[in-house]
């Protein structure tokens, strides 16, 4: 824990209006951002004023919205992380070898990020409704890397995280009760990989293993998504999971 002495309190409250903006409202007035941010509305403009002034949104007057200038905070994780540089190589080769999409995920409060991708080579790019690519951010429970990495918390950390939230549905498939979702975990620490069907997003399955490093924490999940057009569950993880296995394998010495 951080000293009290030592706490930026306006820099807190700067951050939180700036991630106040996501895909659901990607413009805020002063009264939005202070709902979203906790803060009162007069802190919140003044803020997003400086924020403005800063280049790192723009504003009609009444609204504001972000501009490119914060991908810089991105950008620099990207070059300067240890592991999108490590496994980048590996979602490359799995992609050229299998002509799938795969994916390294990261944890961060209530969802994951994906922090490295590959492409599709040689078979066109299947857009999904909240998008696959670099930087996205997807609920942790509905999502096969989620739950991989929700799996491999202790006991006190898990509940701790589940009483602090409310699991959205987000298909009709999705899980919402932490009961059912302690169970699905439970067998996620037992299988040891992760397989989502439609909980997400529908007429999509997800495949996910643990990325571990060599003291055995995790620190990250791999996974490939697919079409249920395309593939079958179990045609998936038949094909797929040992690929992702020997890949978590390969990858592990160099996390």
Known sequence: ???????????????????????????????????????TRAAARRHLLTLTHLGYLESD?????????????????????????VIQPTLNRLAA????????????????????RSGVYGAPT????????????LPAHATSTGRVLLAAMGPAELSAWLQARTLARLTPQTTVQA??????????????????TEEHELGVLALAVPLRNMQGRTV????????????????????????????????RALL
């Not at 791999?222 to 690929?243: C, F, I, K, M, W």
């Open 1 to 39: 824990m951080i000293a009290k002495a030592d706490f930026i309190e306006g820099m807190a409250k700067g951050l939180a209006v700036l991630e106040s903006f996501d895909t659901e409202r990607q413009r805020l007035n002063a009264t939005l951002a202070a709902q979203r941010a906790g803060i």
């Open 61 to 85: 007057g009444s609204y504001f919205w972000l501009t490119p200038k914060v991908l810089r905070f991105s950008g620099s994780y990207l070059a300067s992380a240890r592991l999108p540089r």
């Open 97 to 116: 070898q299998t002509q799938e999409s795969f994916s390294a995920v990261v944890l961060d409060g209530d969802e994951v990020v994906i922090v490295a």
């Open 126 to 137: 299947r857009l999904l409704a909240y998008g696959l690519h670099l930087g996205a951010r």
């Open 179 to 196: 009961s059912a979702l302690r169970r699905l975990l439970k067998q996620v620490r037992e299988d040891d990989f992760c397989l989502a």
């Open 220 to 251: 990250a999940a791999l996974n490939v998504v697919a079409s249920t057009q395309q593939r079958e569950a179990s045609a998936l993880q038949q094909g797929l999971l040992p690929l992702l296995m020997e890949a978590a394998r390969e990858v």
